[in-house]
């Protein structure tokens, strides 16, 4: 595809405490958090009008999913915003809290695990044609997916048998087939369920759901961006590439997992072994050489040209990745506090920085306030981000999405609205179904507003 919708999905882990103790149940606090959402008189799933999508999922986690990009900066912009909505959402709940005298703070992580060893998401979506869609993402796509931990990881401590170790991904240990239409209950690499919110007949959405959630801007670039660079390439029929099937993806990612050198070998199935590094380093290459014979976008460029500089600081010393790569920065945050105090990896204020690393809080997240000292690259401006919280991207469908809600909120008009269909709910019900993604302009959609 010369053009491709992208999208990110982030669930986020929530609690309420007072004085390091729980106060409220998850489930009690994603009330008091989505109370302001039902205010708007909708429900706890809604649409925005950034064209984005907000809602309470499984596990009383509150989840964002990006509008749709046609351009890998958007989607780090939006879903940088997706942190910055769910943050005024917690500044409404506190305020709630302290009007019906309960006392307590509510704390919002984007991470993939709570302390009870549950996992929760952040979903990448693809948009590709049924017609050019790879055949087979085994001998390919899935060896990425499982290597590309090692510059995409969010990092953490793990317990073992042997003690506590770190490890390069939060989510390689809740990861337990390659391939499924399950989401929760098996939890693949990629899921198969066909809902491509589009012309079923032309397009599918591929959905991954290996990946971390992000706290660098940096890495989500370079985990979607990269993705794009070796989804262009599997499009292209002329081009042939090595057969890295993995004996056993699930085993491979927790291997890869477990290995901060990013250099321990895992078996192919067809008896040979290759690190991460290895593997990385031959998608990288094809894609040099693809940029030659065929070129990318603009923003695949950039994302090429940082997938070199990166692969070339983890050859040579990951750690020098400490100002744009998640699972580099905590660690050396962690190396830090554990040599200045000499307690061990597992240590309770170890696993507190592991945690608080995650929080979206502005004053309290560690990334935030690294972020804030200039000591990790960031991508996007503030005033930019605070302007996606409420304008949807202008070159796609939800730009159409965001003008209907936009309009008829302030028409105070009953509506509803998915990713394809702008419904007005009246006597007689008007409904506008919008099957192309990348059109930002229907006269259908003119014609409904105005009739508002």
């Not at 008896?271 to 990288?284: I, N, R, T, V």
């Not at 690294?370 to 690259?377: E, K």
Request: proline share 4%; glycine share 4%.
């Amino acid at each position: 595809m010369q053009r491709r919708i992208f999208g990110l999905e982030t669930e986020y882990g929530i609690t309420c405490t007072l004085r390091g103790q729980r106060r409220l149940t998850p489930d009690e606090v994603a009330r008091y958090l989505f109370r302001s959402v039902v205010a708007w008189g909708r429900s706890s799933n809604v649409f925005l009008e950034n064209g984005g999508r907000l809602y309470l999922d499984v596990g009383s986690h509150p989840e964002f999913a990006t509008p749709e990009c046609d351009s890998i900066a958007d989607v780090v912009t939006f879903d940088r915003a997706g942190d910055y909505i769910l943050n005024d959402l917690v500044a409404n709940a506190e305020a709630r809290l302290r009007d019906e005298g309960i006392r307590g703070t509510i704390y919002l992580f984007k991470n993939n695990t709570d302390s009870a060893g549950n996992s929760y998401g952040c979903h990448e979506n693809y948009l590709v044609r049924r017609s050019t869609e790879p055949e087979d993402y085994q001998n390919s796509f899935i060896p990425f997916l499982v290597s590309r931990q090692i510059y995409s990881g969010a990092g953490k401590i793990l317990s073992t048998p042997k003690g506590p170790v770190y490890a390069l991904s939060q989510r390689a240990e809740h990861i337990w087939e390659d391939v499924s239409s399950a989401t929760t209950r098996s939890r693949p690499i990629i899921n198969t369920r066909d809902e491509p919110h589009a012309d079923a007949e032309e397009f599918k959405r591929l959905h991954v759901i290996v990946g971390d959630s992000n706290m660098s801007e940096y890495s989500t670039f370079l985990k979607v961006g990269t993705a794009a660079c070796v989804l262009r390439m599997l499009e292209e029929p002329s081009l042939v590439f090595r057969d890295f099937t993995l004996e056993n993806p699930i085993r491979a990612i927790r291997e890869i997992s477990s290995d901060i050198t990013c250099r321990r070998p895992v078996r192919l199935k067809n008896g040979k072994e290759m690190s991460a590094l290895d593997m990385q380093a031959y998608f990288l290459e094809m894609a040099l050489a693809f940029e030659t014979s065929h070129g990318f976008d603009e923003h695949e460029t950039r994302a090429l040209r940082e997938w070199e500089n990166v692969m070339q600081s983890l050859e040579t010393d990951p750690m020098t990745l400490d100002d744009r790569i998640d699972w580099v920065i905590k660690k050396r945050l962690l190396d830090r506090y554990c040599e200045r105090h000499n307690v061990p990896l597992d240590n309770p204020q170890s696993l507190a920085i592991d945690l608080q690393y995650h929080d979206i809080d502005p004053h309290r997240g560690l990334f935030q306030k690294l972020a804030q000292r200039n000591m990790v690259r960031t991508l996007v401006e503030p005033d930019t981000i605070r302007h996606a919280q409420n304008v949807a991207p202008t070159t796609t469908r939800a730009h159409l999405r965001g003008q209907f809600i936009r309009e008829a909120k302030a028409k105070n008009r009953d509506f509803t609205v998915d990713w394809v269909h702008l419904k007005l709910n009246e006597q007689i019900q008007r409904t506008v179904v919008c099957k192309d993604p990348f059109l930002n302009t229907d006269e259908r959609v003119e014609r409904l507003i105005a009739g508002l």
